[in-house]
DNA sequence: AATGAATGAGTGTTCATTCAT
DNA sequence: CATGAATGAACACTCATTCAT
């Protein structure tokens, strides 16, 4: 006489995460391969067998999905990259720590989204997928953080900073390509990179 | 009643070069506000007061004229580093040389077609002229070329013709930010990041 | 855990004729404010708090929730006006009771359900609620019928009926637009000039 | 030399305002049988033989080709309106040439688009063609000058203006229903009822 | 019965491209 | 060659309706 309702944990509450997730997933490969612009809802959906319907069911337009991808992103990459900066005690290890999981964050996702943009793709008139964005955008800060609390020398910030981020960045994409994947030599890579040009940068007042 | 739009049967070849060139200007423009995917070739015509016609007399497509920008800066800008190129003794001299020289010709640019792309655009949905690709690509050649040459040390050459692109191309678009224009010290921080990282990069096998 | 839809066995008929008149009273509301093409089957069961599935359950499709609010309108008049008719001994009497029935009918109907359509609306997209449809369709049969037992003179039946269904449904949605509310005066008003007008009229043969 | 713009008087001119009146003819039917909301820009174009493209070279939304049905009905017969309102001296010629002008005007109309809404269409969810509101506007507008002028007894305005429309408007539908279409007796019967009925009405102050 | 996610045809609108003039 | 109207495929998004639970 009760329980007409079917509210139970049931299969209903699952297919309706696991359609959100799909949905995120494919949209992450799609906005990376053609770029928010060029990427069509039908894009997406065609790649999780639902129907557009149900694409507006989950998200209520194409800008939204695009960002749930940031917050996704950051809500993954941020409380690693924290813990990290609340542990180091020099540069060095920080970076070497911070690079290193990003490193690995991105041969995680790799491994979850086959990554099949064509290769000769035209010249990918966008890359920054918004989950890649917010990574950065978390990494800057915690980066600022770390210079303020004089773990590093005093050179400029903000062009210090972004220059990591795009070695990062690009190192990062390149080391996915390689075959096999080596982010132990990838990230060692950067570290010494950055760490050699830091004591070469100009100080500035501080 | 005359409507004259040839003046002189000389002119003609003129005109038609102009024009060309008008399309090719405006859509610099265009593509660099908008992006590949928003622009449309009404946004690019408009700027030239030709008709839409007249655009595909000239290119065969939209995608024709992105790559004849990509085509254009490339020639602009490889006489340039090649006789930077063929000039430099050793690494260094080069380098400071090449980001000079791609900052000049960036600063230059800004100057030629006003940069009026809106700040808090909506997370970059644009990014990446061709013109840039091209001179980018441009770069990676040469600077290969000099590490062939043994004027730099034997480290993973991908990998660090990688990391200068994306530092140059990043701190060049900083710079273009900033007030006011320091196009000196930009270079600078450049190179003496890059140096010093060299120098603390692992060596490789030849 | 219990989850009680239905209180009591008992209360279940209950239930669903409420579920009825409910979805009836929302969709009288909104096709009102909306009309039926720009009303969704979504913003009638929003009002009543029910699930869209129920609604199919009651109607079989938005059109038979139109129809129906019409047949709910007709069968709540058509008794009111047949009484009217029955004792009506001349013109005058049954046009002063009727009209005042009408004006009556619609000023109840506003108290029902606020009317909050918006005032500078495009131009009127919306219009002509079902139930008022049926209304008129009522009125005009009982006026052919005291023409035809001769409580009128012979004019024009079709063009007088009409003229003052088109007066009367004109001047009551003014009325109700007019503060004070005045019931009196606007049926004063409908009743003086077709019985003025009608004296005035060419007769015709019967 | 010169004269290569195909400027001249041409075809293309002609093509063009054909093309103008060909959608507004059609939207014209297309509104009237379905309503603003029904209607789709597809049904539209689909009488004219052209493409959607077409349709939004000559208007810029469905919104747009609604407006200018509007202007255009009001446009062609407010002179006539005016003339009328000109050389009136008294209510009756001047509410006798109206009608019959409006009458005449709904029955050039009918001609120049045949009206094939189907009988049976479901009960016409709007009725209202903005070209037919544009003219009500205008006729209100002139019938209360007149009343300003002291031409008719001072009743109350608003609802004698309004319900003079509405008997027009009404009696006017259905005379073009009847064979053999007869403008006079339409006519006679509107002018004869609310002279009659102006008569009767209580006065109120001036 | 009740629920609400899924479906997909349909809507208004845009835009690269073609083609008669 | 220039012109700009014509074309129609495509897009983002909506909504009546169905159906598994």
């Given at each position: 006489?009760?329980?007409?309702?079917?509210?139970?944990?049931g299969?209903?509450?699952?297919?309706?995460?696991?359609n959100?997730?799909?949905?995120?997933?494919?949209?992450?490969?799609v906005?990376?391969?053609?770029?928010?612009?060029?990427?069509?809802?039908?894009?997406?959906?065609?790649?999780?067998?639902l129907?557009?319907?149900?694409?507006?069911?989950?998200?209520?337009?194409?800008?939204?999905?695009?960002?749930?991808?940031?917050?996704?992103?950051?809500?993954?990459?941020?409380?690693?990259?924290?813990?990290?900066?609340?542990?180091?005690?020099?540069?060095?290890?920080?970076?070497?720590?911070?690079?290193?999981?990003?490193?690995?964050?991105?041969?995680?996702?790799?491994?979850?989204?086959?990554?099949?943009?064509?290769?000769?793709?035209?010249?990918?008139?966008?890359?920054?997928?918004p989950?890649?964005?917010?990574?950065?955008?978390?990494?800057?800060?915690?980066?600022?953080?770390?210079?303020?609390?004089?773990?590093?020398?005093?050179?400029?910030?903000?062009?210090?900073?972004?220059?990591?981020?795009?070695?990062?960045?690009?190192?990062?994409?390149?080391?996915?390509?390689?075959r096999?994947?080596?982010?132990?030599?990838a990230?060692?890579?950067?570290?010494?990179?950055?760490?050699?040009?830091?004591?070469?940068?100009?100080?500035?007042?501080?």
């Amino acid at each position: 006489m009760s329980q007409i309702l079917y509210l139970s944990p049931g299969k209903r509450e699952q297919t309706k995460a696991a359609n959100r997730v799909a949905i995120l997933d494919a949209a992450r490969a799609v906005f990376g391969e053609l770029g928010f612009e060029a990427a069509t809802v039908r894009d997406i959906i065609r790649r999780t067998g639902l129907s557009v319907g149900a694409f507006y069911n989950y998200y209520r337009s194409k800008e939204e999905v695009f960002d749930a991808l940031a917050d996704d992103g950051a809500r993954r990459f941020r409380p690693i990259l924290q813990a990290l900066s609340a542990k180091a005690s020099d540069f060095e290890s920080y970076l070497r720590a911070a690079v290193r999981a990003y490193f690995d964050f991105l041969a995680g996702e790799q491994d979850s989204w086959g990554v099949d943009r064509a290769p000769g793709a035209p010249l990918a008139h966008t890359r920054n997928t918004p989950e890649i964005l917010a990574v950065f955008e978390e990494v800057r800060r915690v980066f600022a953080d770390v210079m303020d609390r004089g773990l590093a020398p005093k050179v400029d910030l903000d062009y210090l900073a972004a220059s990591c981020i795009a070695v990062a960045r690009e190192i990062g994409d390149r080391m996915l390509e390689r075959r096999p994947l080596d982010v132990e030599a990838a990230s060692e890579f950067v570290v010494r990179l950055i760490l050699g040009g830091v004591t070469a940068l100009p100080r500035v007042e501080p």
